[in-house]
């Protein structure tokens, strides 16, 4: 196997999540939640997860409250994970997410821990000889409070000014003011592109459209991942769409986008060619919905899965 891109994700407000199924929430009421899973995550993490399992090597940074890393290091250690995580004091944030038998996650993602401005001078000082160790960084998911979305604006441009392929996968305001710095590859969903583009996008045509809006903005690679309708990825090469296959015992949606984020960096590294690339993308998401927390845990019926996955040129 060749690796042929030295990686690293970047997760600035990681959570612990809380996973559990109801058959059905009852606001205002006493839910009995029939199973239980606590797990080291946050999207940058479970990104690496997903590529440890694959057997990349990677290494991990952003913040993580020192009260309660415990969890955090294990994992690390676990699954071989360089860990470049600046401490900060205090706890990282428990977020919540429920299955219901009908329906889809409830997410609770709480705010977390607030970085001071001395922790974000240091953490983004420390950053700025990433060049050294890496080509590709991909930041995921949420700030924490104490960094704005012009700062973080900036420190990604800092990344981009290194020569660093910059893979961005955030939302709201995070995500308008990252898309600005131009990043190699972004990943909205349907609902963050719908955010961006300032309307309803109900149709694949009009999904098309605003995400050639979007790749227009200067963005070589734009993935627009649709839940179970699978996914399309715009680059100079066309656009390219990916069917999964209905996965008939949905467990967890949590973490699919990661996922694809993971697949998509791991063909990337490998050399593959997009279809090749989505192909495995779409599979190891699509894999993510039949388990409760991320990874690769069954070789075998990711195999199968890509198998069935529709590739389509539009
Ligand atoms: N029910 C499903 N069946 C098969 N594949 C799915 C299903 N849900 C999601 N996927 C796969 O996962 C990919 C990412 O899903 P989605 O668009 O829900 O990401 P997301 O909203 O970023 O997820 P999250 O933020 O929870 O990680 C999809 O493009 C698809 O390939
Ligand atoms: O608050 P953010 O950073 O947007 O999202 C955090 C989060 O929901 O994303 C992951 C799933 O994608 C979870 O592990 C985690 O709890």
Not at 133 to 147: E, I, T, W
Not at 191 to 212: G, K, P, S, Y
Request: net charge negative; aromatic share 6%.
């Amino acid at each position: 196997m060749t690796q042929q891109l030295r990686i690293a994700t970047v997760t600035l407000n990681p959570a612990f999540d809380l996973v559990g199924r109801v058959p059905r929430i009852e606001l205002g009421e006493v839910n009995t939640v029939e199973t239980l899973g606590l797990y080291p995550a946050g999207k940058g993490i479970n990104v690496a997860k997903v590529l440890a399992d694959l057997g990349l090597c990677l290494s991990v940074s952003g913040f993580l409250g020192q009260d309660n890393q415990g969890d955090f290091v294990q994992t690390f250690q676990q699954n071989g994970i360089d860990d470049q995580f600046y401490r900060i004091a205090g706890k990282t944030r428990i977020n919540v997410k429920i299955t219901e038998t009908a329906a889809d996650v409830t997410d609770l993602n709480f705010l977390g821990f607030e970085v001071c401005t001395g922790d974000w001078v240091k953490f983004t000082a420390l950053s700025q000889r990433w060049h050294e160790q890496f080509d590709l960084v991909a930041v995921c998911g949420s700030l924490p409070r104490g960094v704005s979305p012009n700062q973080f604006a900036d420190w990604l441009q800092s990344l981009k000014a290194q020569g660093l392929k910059v893979v961005l996968d955030s939302s709201n305001a995070a995500l308008t003011a990252g898309l600005k710095t131009q990043p190699w590859l972004v990943k909205p969903n349907r609902r963050e592109l719908e955010v961006w583009a300032n309307r309803t996008l109900t149709t694949m045509d009009e999904i098309i459209l605003a995400a050639q809006q979007l790749s227009a903005e200067g963005i070589e690679n734009v993935v627009i991942s649709m839940g179970e309708q699978g996914s399309i990825w715009l680059n100079r090469e066309g656009v390219l769409q990916a069917q999964p296959p209905r996965c008939e015992n949905v467990v967890s949606t949590v973490g699919a986008g990661d996922s694809m984020v993971a697949g998509l960096i791991y063909g990337l590294a490998q050399g593959w060619s997009k279809a090749d690339t989505l192909r495995f993308a779409s599979g190891t998401s699509a894999l993510a919905v039949s388990q409760s927390n991320v990874g690769i845990s069954d070789k075998q019926a990711l195999a199968e899965i890509m198998e069935q996955v529709q590739l389509t040129a539009i």
